[in-house]
Each structure stands twice: as structure tokens, then as C-alpha cells.
């Protein structure tokens, strides 16, 4: 079997708990980074194997490891034989297609949200699965690609009064989640310059290109609202949990990330009405513009019509028709021409047709 599938539907047949790696392969090299610290001292290195952090399991610290790239399924086999987590929670981490969720298990928590962000000046969203889970002395991040987004979460722990160096893991998890969600703002920033600027071109010179972005805005919004709406119920889950692992006082700072959630799920939702009335508007300047173009045209054939009856008339091929002979028929003729056309202009132009 292939190291990684492409799409969760290959695995069908495989028993449940299956460690397949399901998601886009980067091409990197799987990286573990272990940061350990307390009030008194701060440690980062990069290990690798599993079997380096088993000694973390005496001392007195809390130690966060970050595992960058999921094609190594025997890092994440590891972690489930060494610590004690369930084949199917191993499974969920492996497959990047998760549905944010929340799972409470005794000993651990289990979290998965989307990391998003814009891949370039186009409007083209990079979607990357971040699974936590968080034990008593450890929390293990799963990424699938390295990048900058826990760069602030290191400077944060610099500081040796700082919250995040005294606390527990549950208060390193909300750091995590919270500058994951944070991201989401630079997003919606984007989202509402690109918005701005495809109303404008709307009001006045809408073509192809603006529907081509519209539609692009309305796939993207679907893909966005699948990523940021189940946030509501994590959080509230996690608001609600038991667990031991939990403590009050950071149940108030997950509160502060569901308000963030809220935020970006409206902005969402918002966007979503905003491109339907854009497409509407579209579809409409675009008619209004076919029907002033047909307007134009029609005039033109009116004028025209009773020009063509004349010449047809006197194209005809009989050979007693008196006006033929006359001397001043041609430019009366004419005349009539012109004086028909001037007439329906000045008609048309009464009736504000023109």
C-alpha cells in the first residue's frame, strides 16, 4: 500500500484504526521539535525519534512536541504505544481531511482545527490540519508542513513571568488554538479589500474577470465556512469538559477564542449574502447592458424599416409606374428618406429612447 492517499475514500476496505497517512504529501522531511520548559528555564531541541522525549516523562516541566509532516506513520505509531493513545485518535491525526473537533478521553484531550492562510496576491486560501493532543505533562502538535504560524507562541515563552511559562498545558493549548484563529483575521482582512475592490469594478465596468472573481470568492467561502463553523461547538465542548486537564481559569481564555471564532463565523456568513447580492448585480448590469445594446439596435432597425418598404417599392420592375419618369423623383425621394429618419429620431429621442 502507498505511503499516503489522496483522498479519504481510498482507505475503503482498510479495518477501522488503520495508520494511512491521508492528505497532501510536501515533500519535506518529518521534523520533531521538543520545547521544554518551567518558571525557571527554557530548553528547545529537535530530536529524532519518539524515544527521545520518553525521558521528559520524569521531570517536573512541561514539554510541547511539535511534529512537523504526517508521511512518517511510525512517528505517530510511536506516540500511540508510548503514550497510551487510542488507534482510531492516531488515525484522525493522520488523515488531514478532520472535521474540527473535540474528543475528551481520560487521560488526554484530543483537538483538531484548520490553519488558513493566503498562498499568494491572488485569492487563494492554503488550508493545513493542526491536531493537538494535550496530556498532564505534554502536548503534541501535528502540522503538515513546516511554517512560521508558532513563531509569536515561541517569543511568548521567553518571557520567564509570563503566563504561558507558568501555566499548565491546557493554557499552552489555548496559546495554540488562539494564534491559529488569529490568523483567521489577516484572512478576513483580505476578504474585505477583495470584496471592496469587485463592488466597485461592479458599479462600473463589470466583465468576465469580475465574475470569474466572484465565483472564485463564493467556492472559497464554502470551503472557509466547512473550516471555521464547527469552531463554535469545539469550543463550547471544551467550555463544557470535565476533564481534569482543564482548569477554570483557562476555560476563561478559551472563551476569549470563541468570541474570536464568532467573529470570523459572521464575517463568513456576512460574505456569503454580500456575494449572492454581487452575483445578483452582476447578472443584472450585465442584462441591463444587453438590453440598452438592443434598445440601440432596434432603433436603428425601426428607422430603417419604412426606408426598406420605400426602396422595395420602387424596386420593383413595372413598367407604368409614373414616378419613374418624373424628373424630381429621385431627389424627392431622398428627401423623403431623410425627413422619415429625422421624424422617428426626434420621436425617439421625446420618449427618452436614445
Given amino acids: 500500500m502507498a505511503e499516503s492517499l489522496s483522498y479519504a475514500s481510498e482507505k475503503s476496505g482498510l479495518p477501522s484504526g488503520s495508520l494511512v497517512h491521508v492528505g497532501e504529501v510536501h515533500g519535506i ?68 481531511h478532520q472535521r474540527p473537533k473535540f474528543e475528551d478521553f481520560n487521560d488526554y484531550l484530543y483537538i483538531v482545527l484548520k490553519a488558513l492562510s493566503l498562498s499568494d496576491d491572488i485569492f487563494d486560501v492554503d488550508y493545513e490540519q493542526v491536531s493537538l493532543l494535550v496530556l498532564d505533562k505534554f502536548v503534541f502538535s501535528f502540522k503538515e508542513k513546516p511554517d512560521a504560524i508558532f513563531d509569536p507562541i515561541l517569543a511568548q515563552l521567553g518571557n520567564e513571568k509570563g503566563r504561558l511559562r507558568n501555566f499548565g498545558t491546557d493554557y499552552l493549548a489555548y496559546v495554540i488554538m488562539d494564534t491559529v484563529v488569529d490568523e483567521y483575521f489577516a484572512l478576513q482582512d483580505a476578504l474585505d479589500e477583495l470584496i471592496e475592490n469587485v463592488e466597485d469594478e461592479l458599479l462600473s465596468t463589470p466583465t468576465a474577470k469580475t465574475l470569474k472573481t466572484i465565483q472564485t470568492i463564493k467556492r472559497e467561502l464554502i470551503f472557509l465556512r466547512r473550516s471555521v463553523s464547527p469552531l463554535r461547538e469545539l469550543l463550547v465542548a471544551i ?15 478559551f472563551g476569549d477564542v470563541y468570541d474570536h471564532a464568532i467573529r470570523v463565523i459572521e464575517a463568513m456568513e456576512s460574505y456569503r449574502d454580500l456575494i449572492a447580492g454581487m452575483l445578483d448585480i452582476y447578472l443584472s448590469s450585465v442584462s441591463n447592458k444587453m438590453n440598452e445594446t438592443m434598445k440601440v439596435l432596434t432603433v436603428f432597425a425601426t428607422i430603417f424599416i419604412p426606408l426598406t418598404f420605400i426602396a422595395g417599392v420602387y424596386g420593383m420592375n413595372f413598367e407604368y409606374m409614373p414616378e419613374l419618369k418624373w424628373k424630381w423623383a429621385y431627389p424627392a425621394l431622398w428627401m423623403l428618406f431623410i425627413a422619415i429618419s429625422v421624424f422617428l429620431l426626434g420621436y425617439f429621442k421625446k420618449k427618452d429612447w436614445l
Fill in 239 to 253: 467550555q463544557r469538559s470535565d476533564s481534569h486537564l482543564l482548569h477554570e481559569r483557562t476555560k476563561r481564555y
Fill in 29 to 96: 522531511e518529518n521534523r520533531i521539535t521538543v520545547i521544554d520548559y518551567n518558571p525557571s528555564m527554557l530548553e528547545k531541541r529537535i530530536i529524532k525519534s519518539i524515544e527521545d522525549v520518553l525521558p521528559y516523562k520524569q521531570t517536573d516541566t512541561v514539554t510541547w512536541v511539535n511534529i512537523e509532516g504526517l508521511s512518517d506513520i511510525s512517528i505517530i505509531d510511536a506516540i500511540g504505544k508510548h503514550f497510551g493513545i487510542h488507534a482510531l485518535v492516531l488515525e484522525d491525526i493522520l488523515n488531514t
